[in-house]
C-alpha cells in the first residue's frame, strides 16, 4: 500500500485562491505571508481582503494587501496604512477620519458606503466630498441620509461616479444628483413622499438604469409626480417601480382602468427596453371570489385578444409581451390568495384559472418558438421537434416553452422546469411531439 499525501503547493493557483477566500486576512498572513514567492504573490493578487475595526485586529502586515475596510469603531492606524483598499464601508466617522478621505490617501478608492449609523453632523461633509469629485476612481456609492446641497457650490460635480443608492430623497435632491453626476449610470432611491419638481427640468443623457421605491406612497397615487422625474432621463433602458396597495372594493375600480404608466413611458423613455413594475398586495379584506375573477378577467381577454392580433402581424415579441402581463395578473392574484392561508380559497382560484394559465403559458411558448426557430412560419405550419433536437439545443428557456407547450396538451401538471424531466420525456415514444401552430390555440 503506498501512502500518497497531498502537498497545499502541488495544488493550481485557482483552487489556493479559492481556499484563500475561506481564512480571516490576520490568520492568512500569519499563516502563509512570506513563506516562498508563489504564497506572497497569491496573497497580494487577492481581492476579497476585509478588514473591521470592530474585531480588534492589529495584525499590521497584512494592512496594505486590505481590499475592502469596515470602519465600525474608531480606528487608532491611519489610512495611508491601507494603501491597496478599493472598497470603504463607514458605520463610524470622525473628525480625523474625515481629513483623511482624500485622492492622496486613497487613490484606489471604487466603492464608498455611509451608513444610517453615522452621526448626521458629519453627513453633510461626506456627501461635499463624494459629489465633488474629491475621489477620481469613486464608482459605487451608497449614502443612507441625502440632503439638498446648501448652496450650488457646495457639489460641484462627480465626474467618475456610475452608480449611486440612497434612501429617501426629494425633488430637489434628486435634480441635485443629476447636476452633479453627468455620468451616472444606475440610480436607485426611495420617494416616499409626493415631492413634485418645481425647479426647470435637467435633462440628464447618460442615466440608463433607474429604480424608484415608493412602497409607502399614499393613495391615491398621483403618477403626474412621476412624469417629471422620467421626463429628466430620456435615454432610460431599464426602469423598476415598487410600490404596495390594500386591496378593496374601491381600488379594484381604479386598476380596471389604470394604464400602469405606459402613457408616461411612452411619452419619455423612447429607448426604454425592460420595465418592472413590483406591486406589493397587502392582505385584503373582505375581497371575494368573484371579485378576484372579475378583477383578473376584466382584462385578461382584451390583452389575450391583442396578443393574438400581434402574432398575425408577425410582431411576435409584442404577443409575448401582452401574454406575459395577462400571465402575471392571474399570478398577482393568486399571490393574494395565497396571503390568506386558506387552502380552500386557493383552490378554488387555481381550479377557476388553471386552463387560463395553460393557454397563456401555450401562446407565449409558441411565439418564442416562431420567432427563434421558425421565424417564417404560417400559423398552420407543423412543428417537429425529435430526440435529436434535444441532444443538439442548449437554449434553456427554448426547452421551457417547449414544456409548457407539451403540458397545455395533457393538462398543465406544474409551474416548475425540470431539464432533467424533459429529456426523459423526449425519450418517450407515447409522447407526440408534432405541435402544430394553429389560430383556434391563440
Not at 62 to 89: A, D, M, Q, V
Request: hydrophobic share 40%; net charge neutral; proline share 3%.
Amino acid at each position: 500500500m503506498t501512502n500518497n499525501m497531498l502537498l497545499l503547493e502541488n495544488l493550481p493557483n485557482e483552487i489556493i485562491i479559492e481556499l484563500f477566500k475561506y481564512i480571516k486576512a490576520r490568520d492568512l498572513f500569519q499563516s502563509f505571508y512570506n513563506l516562498n514567492s508563489r504564497f506572497n504573490y497569491l496573497i497580494q493578487s487577492l481581492t476579497h481582503l476585509t478588514y473591521s475595526t470592530d474585531k480588534n485586529d492589529n495584525y499590521t502586515l497584512s494592512y496594505p494587501f486590505i481590499y475592502t475596510l469596515i470602519i465600525n469603531t474608531k480606528i487608532e492606524n491611519k489610512l495611508t496604512c491601507f494603501s491597496n483598499l478599493h472598497r470603504l464601508i463607514l458605520d463610524y466617522v470622525t473628525d480625523d477620519l474625515i481629513s483623511q478621505l482624500n485622492n492622496n490617501i486613497l487613490p484606489n478608492l471604487e466603492y464608498l458606503a455611509i451608513s444610517h449609523t453615522v452621526s448626521p453632523f458629519y453627513m453633510p461633509d461626506l456627501r461635499a466630498i463624494i459629489f465633488s469629485n474629491t475621489f477620481s476612481n469613486l464608482k459605487y456609492c451608497y449614502i443612507s441620509r441625502m440632503t439638498p446641497p446648501y448652496t450650488s457650490r457646495e457639489w460641484t460635480q462627480s465626474l467618475s461616479l456610475r452608480f449611486l443608492k440612497v434612501n429617501d430623497i426629494d425633488s430637489s435632491i434628486y435634480i441635485s444628483i443629476l447636476l452633479a453626476c453627468p455620468n451616472l449610470y444606475f440610480l436607485k432611491f426611495k420617494l416616499s413622499k409626493k415631492s413634485k419638481i418645481q425647479s426647470h427640468i435637467v435633462v440628464h443623457t447618460s442615466l440608463k438604469r433607474l429604480i424608484i421605491n415608493m412602497h409607502y406612497d399614499e393613495w391615491p397615487w398621483d403618477d403626474s409626480i412621476l412624469e417629471d422625474y422620467l421626463s429628466c432621463v430620456p435615454n432610460l433602458e431599464q426602469f423598476r417601480i415598487c410600490r404596495s396597495i390594500s386591496v378593496d372594493s374601491n381600488t379594484i375600480g381604479y386598476f380596471q382602468c389604470y394604464d400602469w404608466l405606459s402613457t408616461i413611458i411612452s411619452k419619455h423613455l423612447l429607448t426604454l427596453d425592460r420595465f418592472k413594475f413590483d406591486l406589493r398586495i397587502k392582505r385584503p379584506s373582505g375581497l371575494i371570489d368573484d371579485k378576484k375573477k372579475c378583477f383578473v378577467n376584466d382584462k385578461l381577454d382584451e390583452l389575450r385578444e391583442r396578443g393574438n392580433q400581434a402574432y398575425i402581424r408577425g410582431d411576435t415579441q409584442l404577443a409575448i409581451d401582452y401574454y406575459t402581463f395577462a400571465f402575471n395578473r392571474i399570478i398577482a392574484m393568486a399571490a393574494m390568495a395565497m396571503s390568506n392561508d386558506n387552502d380552500c380559497e386557493m383552490n378554488l382560484f387555481r381550479s377557476a384559472f388553471q386552463d387560463d394559465l395553460a393557454q397563456l403559458n401555450s401562446n407565449r411558448s409558441a411565439c418564442y418558438l416562431r420567432e427563434h426557430l421558425y421565424a417564417g412560419a404560417n400559423l398552420d405550419s407543423l412543428v417537429v421537434v425529435t430526440g435529436r433536437f434535444f441532444n443538439q439545443t442548449y437554449d434553456e428557456f427554448f426547452l421551457k416553452c417547449l414544456y409548457h407547450l407539451i403540458c397545455a396538451n395533457i393538462g398543465l401538471q406544474e409551474f416548475t422546469f425540470a431539464p432533467d424531466e424533459l429529456f426523459n420525456l423526449s425519450q418517450n415514444p407515447s409522447i407526440n411531439f408534432n405541435l402544430r401552430l394553429k389560430y383556434n390555440r391563440f
